[in-house]
């Protein structure tokens, strides 16, 4: 038999010296048909090459001429079925076959299916090996090809019979005896039973009951367990015990478990054992140890500058109470201490403050005195004694004394004094209180006076008027100026000038020599009235002066420009512009007017624009330029210019 896959080399060899020799004898040509046999093979056939000839021979599971036809081969009905082997079935396919071990054997390849050219075979299936073929209480034993079950020891089958097979109907192997002994209710078994008839279980009852009879039952022939009478009680404490001044606060019962909590009665305290009971196994409350105590608190606390009134009591809530002594008066919320559940008095230290029958002294309505009197004598009179003094310093002659007496029980006292316009007053007051004890208070009462500044004008921007209504034309006042400039925009600025005037004119004016473009606060002082008055000034910005313009020709793409520093005549210059125009329209350009500020913002009809911006600090005398370098100064662009135009450049500060 020729290997598959080797019968297309041996043609292939003999024919290429046949090809070579048709190359190289060009002029021997044959042409005659030879019948290729090979293409005549069948679908299911293979072409072989035996004694030099071609011939078509059916494949392996076919059976035919392998020309014509090839048709499927039933292998199954070979040997009377005997191809697969005992406890086999043989399945046909078209042009092969497979084999499958009946019910109750297992092919030796583990496979389901095989066939048999490699010494596969079916051996019997141990359904011992099985788990949970028979179910519960039940044993697997192995037949030829098949299995019986059989119940454990100590079980039977319920129709009878010996062994059972579970053909998908419920089979159950029942204990044999009683089955499951009775419940009881608070009980439960002690040790170990047996379900056989005869057998006895013993019950107990749960810790909390008790029982005296039927402890026992039994299994009778006839597999049934006698009716269990065991009949559990549970065990009752009875009403809780009484412990000295305390009571019961909660009980949850009488039985097995309960709880009963007590509280010291009103005016006692827990001072050892445990505050609740508990009813045990055996009937009797546990725990019943309380000991409760009478609260005392002891000698009450010594409160300083304080008369005690106490009745010696030093039971819970007991009190005590507190008087301020002579000279003396109450600064609290209460006067009393009560003994507390802590067995302590209650802190109330520094009750008692000594009398104060003058403090708090303050001016109001420019002539009026006010203080208070704090003292603990309800309705006391207190005298007081004034001593005023009065004095102008402007006025040497003038002089002022008065006094005179007050008495007076309010605890808020308020005196309006009769002054002088004008004039300066010490206030001596005097109390004398009931222990002859002098306290002696110096209050200095300024008037103010409406009249010393009115009708306040500014004029020519840097002049100040007013008029004075309160003295005649033959008193001179003094006037104090302080004046203090300071710019927003420059921080280092600072302006400040001090003089006097003298004057006994009726509507005064002073004129400041102020710098411009400012912020000026100018305090002026009566010195007279120790009075002041604060005006606030602004001065103006004025235009620069025209800086010394100097006509410059130059020419090329990128001139270079000499920048110089104004004189700050006027105020400070803050910047400095370089401004672009076309030569044509330098004659109509005003600054004021200028839109194109940036060359990047300019539209396609805009022609000027600026090209450069710098502060004022970082220009340096004859600073030179480039005009369209293409650099930025400040926020603008220094554009380049177009060749073959002429353009007129300014130069541009700001304040």
């Given amino acids: 038999m020729i290997p598959e896959g080797g019968w297309a080399l041996g043609p292939l060899l003999l024919l290429l010296p046949a090809l070579l020799q048709c190359a190289g004898r060009r002029r021997a040509i044959v042409n005659r048909s030879v019948p290729d046999v090979c293409a005549t093979c069948h679908t299911h056939a293979t072409c072989h090459q035996i004694e030099g000839k071609s011939v078509c021979i059916c494949n392996y599971g076919f059976v035919g001429n392998g020309r014509t036809h090839c048709q499927d081969k039933d292998e199954c009905q070979i040997g009377a079925n005997k191809i697969c082997g005992n406890h086999t079935l043989c399945h046909n396919t078209h042009g092969s076959f497979y084999c499958v071990c009946l019910d109750g054997y297992r092919a030796s390849n583990n496979n389901k299916t095989f066939i048999p050219n490699d010494g596969t075979n079916c051996t019997d299936i141990d359904e011992c090996e099985e788990s949970g073929l028979c179910g519960q209480n039940a044993r697997c034993v192995n037949t030829e090809g098949s299995y019986k079950c059989y119940c454990n020891d100590g079980y039977k089958l319920e129709n009878g019979e010996h ?89 949850s019962g009488t039985t097995y478990g309960s709880e009963v909590t007590y509280n010291c009665v009103h005016g006692y305290f827990i001072a050892s054992g445990n505050q609740s009971a508990v009813c045990n196994a055996r009937g009797q409350w546990d725990g019943t140890d309380l000991v409760c105590k009478e609260i005392d608190c002891g000698k009450p606390l010594l409160i300083p500058h304080t008369e005690m009134i106490w009745d010696n009591s030093t039971t819970l809530w007991s009190r005590v109470y507190y008087q301020c002594k002579e000279g003396y008066y109450f600064n609290g919320d209460r006067n009393f201490s009560e003994c507390t559940m802590d067995q302590s008095w209650e802190n109330i230290t520094y009750i008692c403050k000594e009398e104060e029958l003058f403090s708090n002294l303050s001016i109001f309505n420019e002539t009026c005195v006010k203080w208070q009197r704090k003292t603990g004598r309800l309705g006391m009179r207190v005298t007081y004694t004034f001593h005023i003094l009065g004095q102008r310093w402007d006025e040497k002659t003038f002089s002022e004394d008065a006094i005179f007496n007050i008495t007076t029980s309010e605890d808020n006292p308020k005196v309006c004094l009769d002054l002088n316009s004008g004039s300066n007053y010490v206030v001596n007051i005097t109390t004398i209180s009931s222990t002859n004890i002098t306290v002696s208070v110096t209050v200095a009462v300024q008037t103010k006076v409406k009249e010393a500044f009115n009708n306040v004008l500014i004029f020519n921007d840097t002049c100040l008027k007013w008029r004075r209504n309160f003295r005649g034309t033959g008193v001179e006042d003094r006037y104090s100026f302080h004046v203090q400039g300071h710019r927003w925009y420059q921080k280092e600025f600072f302006h400040e000038m001090t003089f006097n005037l003298t004057t006994h004119k009726q509507a005064p004016e002073v004129c400041f020599d102020l710098q411009p473009g400012t912020n000026y606060s100018i305090n002026i002082s009566m010195v007279a009235l120790n009075f002041s008055l604060l005006v606030t000034m602004t001065t103006q910005i004025t235009d620069p002066p025209f800086p010394d313009v100097e006509f410059v020709s130059v020419k090329g793409s990128a001139p270079l420009l000499r920048l110089r520093k104004a004189e700050d005549r006027n105020g400070p210059i803050s910047l400095y512009q370089v401004i672009v125009l076309p030569l044509g329209l330098q004659s109509t350009f005003i600054c004021d007017s200028f ?57 541009e500060s700001n304040k």
Wanted: aromatic letters at 14%.
């Fill in 595 to 651: 839109a194109a500020a940036t060359f990047f913002s300019n539209t396609a009809d805009a022609k000027g624009y600026v090209a450069a911006e710098f502060r004022a600090m970082d220009v340096a005398d004859n600073m030179s330029i480039a005009l369209g370098d293409r650099h930025y100064y400040g926020k603008f662009y220094n554009a380049p210019l177009n060749l073959g135009e002429e353009y007129c450049v300014f130069f």
């Fill in 163 to 251: 062994s059972f097979h579970p053909d998908g109907n419920i089979v159950s192997c029942k204990e044999i005896g009683c089955g499951s002994p009775p419940e009881v209710k608070h009980g439960y078994i002690v040790g170990n039973y047996s379900l056989l008839a005869g057998s006895a279980v013993h019950y107990e009852c749960e810790e909390g009951f008790y029982s005296n009879e039927g402890k026992f039952s039994y299994c009778t022939a006839n597999e049934t367990w006698e009716p269990a009478t065991l009949s559990c009680k549970g065990v009752d404490c009875g009403v809780p015990p009484s412990v000295l001044n305390a009571h019961p606060a909660s009980v």
